[in-house]
Antibody, heavy 122, light 107 residues
């Protein structure tokens, strides 16, 4: 069974940092691109970041560029999101999602983890 | 960046009736479009990719159509478990973008 399990969310003050993790099982992690997608409370979905299967290609949404860093450890079947300089508008449930790539890293997301809530507030 | 616009924001449908959801792209995305279902408190689930191909395990009552800038998700006969929020997503250009969602509620 394919499983993606996020962890690391919590309450953090504006300007603070947090590191999210996504533990994967049930498929060959090293063969797949991965993504982070977030959802602010009561709002829609926003793609955050992409990493290729080897980790050599990375993309970010403009809203997080320069503050967030995506990485992966294929030996540990794990995906990470280091979030620095957090702002109130980063408050959201963060989902990791496997990418099914068609071309240039682009594709759909399937499956998704259950998400981890990040709250940025003083 | 491509902007995805879904309509209506809320669709009120009686069980057993047909539901039609629309998604429009600000520029052509060819057929590089996916649909997701999200139930309250759950992660999104892939329904459709390639504008019209159902994902594994998705019932035949869900169908997708369209190309270019206009897309439709049709639920032929709404079941109780289908009341949820539905999102479209384009993957033709970076960055991938979602619509704002259509909530399908019980009439």
């Amino acid at each position: 069974e394919v499983q993606l399990v996020e962890s690391g969310g919590g309450l953090v003050q504006p300007g603070g940092s947090l590191r999210l993790s996504c533990a994967v099982s049930g498929f060959t992690f090293s063969s797949y691109e991965m993504n982070w997608v977030r959802q602010a409370p009561g709002k829609g979905l926003e793609w955050v970041s992409y990493i290729s299967s080897s980790g050599s290609t990375i993309y970010y949404a403009d809203s997080v560029k320069g503050r967030f860093t995506i990485s992966r450890d294929n030996a540990k079947n794990s995906l990470y999101l280091q979030m620095n300089s957090l702002r109130a508008e980063d408050t959201a449930v963060y989902y990791c999602a496997r990418g099914v790539t068609i071309f240039g890293g682009l594709g759909w997301f399937d499956p998704w983890g259950q998400g981890t809530l990040v709250t940025v507030s003083s | 960046e491509i902007v995805m616009t879904q309509s209506p924001a809320t669709l009120s449908v009686s069980p057993g009736e047909r539901g039609t959801l629309s998604c429009r792209a600000s520029q052509s995305v060819s057929r590089n479009l996916a649909w997701y279902q999200q139930k309250s408190g759950q992660a999104p689930r892939l329904l459709i990719y390639g504008a019209s191909t159902r994902a594994t395990g998705i019932p035949a009552r869900f169908s997708g159509s369209g190309s270019g800038t206009e897309f439709t998700l049709t639920i032929s006969s709404l079941q109780s478990e289908d009341f949820a929020v539905y999102y479209c997503q384009q993957y033709n250009n970076w960055p991938p973008a979602f619509g704002q969602g259509t909530k399908v509620e019980i009439k």
